[in-house]
């Protein structure tokens, strides 16, 4: 088939057809999808057909066992699953009003500081999207990208797990570079001391992020390039706002990015402690596929995160 008859052919295409592709990549059945939607299996077998026309090229391999996408499979769905957003997009500002809508995804520790920044800029400039929020880890962040199931996110560049390949349109937008502070309680006896070391941290009770997590791996790091054995926390807790809070109210210590920390000391909630040794710094960055940029709502948030980091950045130099 030609580009011209290609085309002609794409304009038969119906949301179904665009969904077809997430549902069998869902259920692994022609059968399940068409249960899913409603129609008999030759149905779905003939819209099959007619995605394959389109695209040139097998989709979907049957077997006795059901079916599974292809690689060209896969990558279709990727490209139409922002289509499909694009679409659920436009038909809720339809139905709930002009202002667009922006899934963000975010760190948890952005939420309190960096992000209502941005939507305070786009409140005062008159450009506030509405905004659903995602809170995940990078790896969660990362997949949402993938499948379209958030428009941007706001993460650590260190984190990002650029080896799984499959966001070659990402992108990539540095914002600022951001230590990390250890802390305890205002009145903690470590709290008096002009200067420390990360020995003199050893044998304090500790509250910090999940093994699992990247912030977790950035703490071990620390402490094993300066020879330490890294510490066994009492409580493991993603949130940075909540270990905070934890850390004000107890004896244990934490390891988080200087923004939330920062903040906590300015309100005489924690104590910054003066650690003598080198700690690593990492970058943040406002991600979102190529195609998103063009989403309406999105380049306004860029914008106001881009602003907001740079307040930010002015305050932690």
């Not at 009003?97 to 899934?103: E, K, W």
């Not at 995940?136 to 199931?149: A, F, H, P, Q, T």
């Not at 650029?162 to 903690?188: K, M, N, W, Y």
């Not at 690593?280 to 907001?308: D, H, N």
């Amino acid at each position: 088939m030609n580009t011209d008859s290609r085309r002609n052919r794409s304009d038969q295409l119906r949301i179904k057809h665009l969904r077809l592709l997430e549902l069998v990549a869902e259920h692994h059945s022609l059968a399940a999808v068409a249960q899913a939607l409603h129609l008999s299996q030759p149905t779905v077998t003939s819209m099959v057909q007619t995605l394959e026309e389109v695209f040139g090229t097998t989709l979907i391999e049957r077997s006795a066992r059901g079916g599974s996408l292809t690689d060209a499979g896969s990558l279709a769905l990727r490209q139409l699953r922002i289509a499909l957003a694009s679409f659920d997009t436009a038909l809720e500002s339809v139905v709930l009003g002009s202002t667009p809508l922006v899934r963000v995804g975010v760190l948890p520790l952005l939420d309190a500081w960096l992000l209502p920044q941005a939507m305070a800029r786009m409140e005062a400039t008159g450009t506030l999207p509405r905004i659903a929020i995602t809170h995940g880890g990078i790896n969660v962040l990362y997949g949402g990208l993938d499948r379209s199931e958030i428009d941007c996110a706001i993460c650590h560049l260190d984190e990002l797990p650029v080896q799984g390949g499959h966001l070659t349109d990402l992108h990539i937008e540095p914002l600022h570079e951001e230590s990390r502070l250890f802390a305890c309680a205002t009145d903690h006896p470590l709290a008096q001391h002009a200067s420390l070391r990360l020995g003199d941290l050893a044998n304090q009770e500790w509250i910090v992020p999940p093994k699992a997590s990247q912030a977790r791996r950035v703490l071990e790091r620390v402490f094993l390039g300066a020879g330490l054995v890294p510490p066994e926390p009492r409580v493991e807790s993603f949130p940075y706002h909540t270990n905070l809070e934890v850390v004000a109210a107890t004896r244990m210590l934490t390891f988080a990015p200087s923004s939330p920390v920062r903040h906590y000391a300015e309100m005489g909630r924690v104590h910054i402690l003066p650690i003598a040794d080198d700690i690593p710094v990492s970058r943040l960055a406002f991600l979102a596929r190529q195609p998103v940029m063009q989403l309406p709502g999105v380049e306004p948030l860029r914008q106001a995160v881009v602003w907001a980091a740079r307040q930010m950045a002015g305050r932690t130099t």
